[in-house]
Nanobody
Framework: VQLQASGGGLVQAGDSLRLSCVAP????????VAWFRQAPVKEREFVAA????????VYADSVTGRFFISKDNAKNTVYLQMNSLKPEDTAVYYC??????????????WGRGTQVTVSS
């Protein structure tokens, strides 16, 4: 499964961005999808995940109430709406997919990341 993440960019603190993750030719309904991020000299960390059907979500404490993950199985796309961005949200964001829903980074399929930079 090839995943393609997009939507990153350079924004100011307090702004919003929406990231997208698509899997061309694949039925996203078969997979749970998660977003992870990795800042310079830091380990990759979990951000948010959504179940195969899209009805269940979980978030890291650091983004709860600001980030929202959603899944459109008809469009084979998962979104990460990021609001009230902070400089500490600066990182490369990755989407990942797996048959199992979890918050750990052992997802089977990974896309290339998209850079999000938040200036103060």
């Amino acid at each position: 499964v090839q995943l393609q993440a997009s939507g990153g960019g350079l924004v100011q603190a307090g702004d919003s961005l929406r990231l997208s993750c698509v899997a061309p030719g694949r039925a996203f309904s078969s997979y749970a999808v998660a977003w992870f991020r990795q800042a310079p000299v830091k380990e990759r960390e979990f951000v948010a995940a959504v179940t195969r059907g899209g009805g269940g979500t979980v978030y890291a404490d650091s983004v709860t109430g600001r980030f929202f993950i959603s899944k459109d199985n008809a469009k084979n796309t998962v979104y990460l709406q990021m609001n009230s961005l902070k400089p500490e949200d600066t990182a490369v964001y990755y989407c990942a997919a797996d048959y199992s829903f979890s918050t750990s980074n052992d997802y089977q399929y990974w896309g290339r990341g998209t850079q999000v930079t938040v200036s103060s």
